[in-house]
């Protein structure tokens, strides 16, 4: 498919364990965002990869979540001993490049992992 | 304070009425304002950017009032379709990656 795919859509862990989660981007795009989205709540950002650029990693709520981008492609969200408040929606999107004239705003976006730690 | 308010909702619209919500933002440095769509359990969609001298896309009307620190979106004539969350986002010139999202408003039409 031509947009964002994200795996697994759902995943249910057990207190302790480690997950990680998958994004696809569209295919050119440059920049890379996850996001943490609770019930109820807007949207958290987490971390931003754009091209060779050292990622912006200034969302992640602790140094059990970390992240990585292959290859300016594909990313792996990972949480490390998973707690019971990491249970929430994680988003990933990707865009042109934010810095350039053909950005506009527009994020496209996954349609999310739900986690749910038990 | 947070950074990018939204009143949640939800607000409950008899279809081919006309709504408005606004969102009010914190930071008066912030240069670029949008409003994304979100349906249940669904990801967000850009529904349109909004511009100093406000925009229209058929239905919908986006402005700004910079002096009050808000931006607003008005439906006209409002479908079943239209029900869904709608997301105000804030980001700053330059950094435009930051977006600020609100936690949205949601809106309901009834037949």
């Known amino acids: 498919g031509a947009g964002v795919s994200q795996s697994p859509?759902?995943?249910?862990?057990?207190?302790g364990k480690?997950?990680?989660l998958r994004c696809d981007p569209i295919s050119g795009h440059t920049a890379l965002y996850w996001y943490r989205q609770s019930l109820g709540q807007g949207?958290?950002?987490?971390?931003?990869?754009?091209?060779?650029?050292?990622?912006?990693?200034?969302?992640?709520?602790?140094?059990?979540?970390?992240?990585?981008?292959?290859?300016?492609?594909?990313?792996?969200?990972?949480i490390q001993r998973t707690q019971q408040e990491d249970s929430a929606v994680y988003?990933?999107?990707?865009?042109?490049?934010?810095?350039?004239?053909?950005?506009?705003?527009?994020?496209?976006f996954g349609e999310g992992s739900r986690l749910t730690v038990l | 304070r947070k950074e990018v308010?939204?009143?949640?909702?939800?607000?409950?619209?008899?279809?081919?009425?006309?709504v408005a919500f606004n969102c009010t933002y914190s930071n008066s440095a912030s240069q670029s304002f949008f409003w994304y769509r979100?349906?249940?359990r669904k990801e967000p969609k850009l529904l349109m950017s909004v511009y100093s001298s406000g925009n229209e896309d058929g239905r919908f009307t986006a402005q700004l009032?910079?002096?009050?620190?808000?931006?607003?979106?008005?439906?006209?004539?409002?479908k079943l379709s239209d029900s869904a969350t709608y997301l105000c986002v804030v980001s700053f010139?330059?950094?435009?990656?930051?977006?600020?999202?609100?936690?949205?408003t949601k809106l309901i039409i009834k037949p």
């Open chain 2, 93 to 104: 010139m330059d950094s435009n990656y930051q977006l600020i999202w609100g936690a949205g």
């Open chain 1, 91 to 108: 988003l990933c999107a990707s865009s042109r490049n934010p810095s350039g004239q053909g950005f506009k705003g527009e994020l496209f």
């Open chain 1, 18 to 20: 480690d997950v990680e």
């Open chain 1, 43 to 78: 949207l958290e950002f987490l971390i931003y990869f754009q091209g060779n650029s050292a990622p912006d990693k200034s969302g992640l709520p602790s140094d059990r979540f970390s992240a990585e981008r292959t290859g300016g492609s594909v990313s792996t969200l990972t």
């Open chain 2, 65 to 78: 009032n910079r002096a009050s620190q808000y931006i607003s979106l008005l439906i006209r004539d409002s």
């Open chain 2, 38 to 40: 979100q349906d249940c």
């Open chain 1, 9 to 15: 859509s759902n995943k249910v862990t057990e207190k």
């Open chain 2, 5 to 18: 308010e939204q009143d949640p909702g939800p607000f409950n619209v008899p279809e081919g009425a006309t």
